[in-house]
Every structure is written in structure tokens, then in C-alpha cells.
């Protein structure tokens, strides 16, 4: 089991940047994928950004293509999510979560919510216009 901890939210104005971090403890950090989503009141948690375990493919959800990108870190045990450009659109719960990925393949990647076996509490993010 992996253990997933988000910090780095925060209230900032729109246009402005933030960085998200998530830290992970309790297994081998490498041997997972890693991905955000995030999810506001009412709404389905969505797909934001991916990387695969060994860092070399990453993906973003359309609607933050050009303004987020996503990495990671395996001396760390950290994976971050770069958000700029922001808007208002952006607030929300943003959630860290883990996969396995099959085979232990190093570059799958998904953007499935049900792929993801581990999650963390969420980290708020607030912008305002």
C-alpha cells in the first residue's frame, strides 16, 4: 500500500501560477504510475494529468493542455502538477492517486479514474478572477 500526501494548494488570482506537490511513503515509489484529478462540489472527479512510473510519458486532459504539466521525482518519492495561466474554471479539490500499471510496464500510462488503486486527501485550489 502507498500512502499519498498533497500540499502546495492555495488561493491565487487568475493568471497566476502554482505547483501542486504529491509525496508518497509506505512502498516503492517507482513501481507506480501517478496521476491528478481534481473535483468540484457536485461534479465527477476528472482526469487532469498523468505520468507513467518511470517518468518518460506523461499526458493532460484537453482543458489544461499548454498551461499544466505534470513530473516526477523517484530520488523524491514525489510527484508535482505545474498549473499557470489559471483561471477560475481551475478551482478545485485537486487529488494525487497512484496505479499499478500491467506488467509493470514503465511507460503505461491511463487516465482512467478506475485504474487508480491509491488517493490522497485532496489539496484545495482556489482562483480568483
Known amino acids: 500500500q502507498v500512502q499519498l500526501v498533497e500540499s502546495g494548494g492555495g488561493l491565487v488570482q487568475a493568471g497566476d501560477s502554482l505547483k501542486l506537490s504529491c509525496a508518497a511513503s509506505g512502498r516503492t515509489f517507482s513501481n507506480y504510475g501517478m496521476g491528478w484529478f481534481r473535483q468540484t462540489p457536485g461534479k465527477e472527479r476528472d482526469f487532469v494529468a498523468a505520468?507513467?512510473?518511470?517518468?518518460?510519458?506523461?499526458a493532460v486532459a484537453d482543458s489544461v493542455k499548454g498551461r499544466f504539466a505534470i513530473s516526477r521525482d523517484n530520488a523524491k518519492n514525489t510527484v508535482y502538477l505545474q498549473m499557470s495561466s489559471l483561471t477560475p474554471e481551475d478551482a478545485a479539490v485537486y487529488y494525487c492517486?497512484?496505479?499499478?500499471?500491467?506488467?509493470?510496464?514503465?511507460?503505461?500510462?491511463?487516465?482512467?479514474?478506475?485504474?487508480?488503486?491509491?488517493w490522497g486527501q485532496g489539496t484545495q485550489v482556489t482562483v480568483s478572477s
Open positions: 492517486a497512484a496505479y499499478i500499471p500491467p506488467g509493470a510496464l514503465s511507460s503505461y500510462l491511463t487516465k482512467r479514474k478506475s485504474d487508480y488503486r491509491y
Open positions: 505520468i507513467s512510473r518511470s517518468g518518460g510519458t506523461t
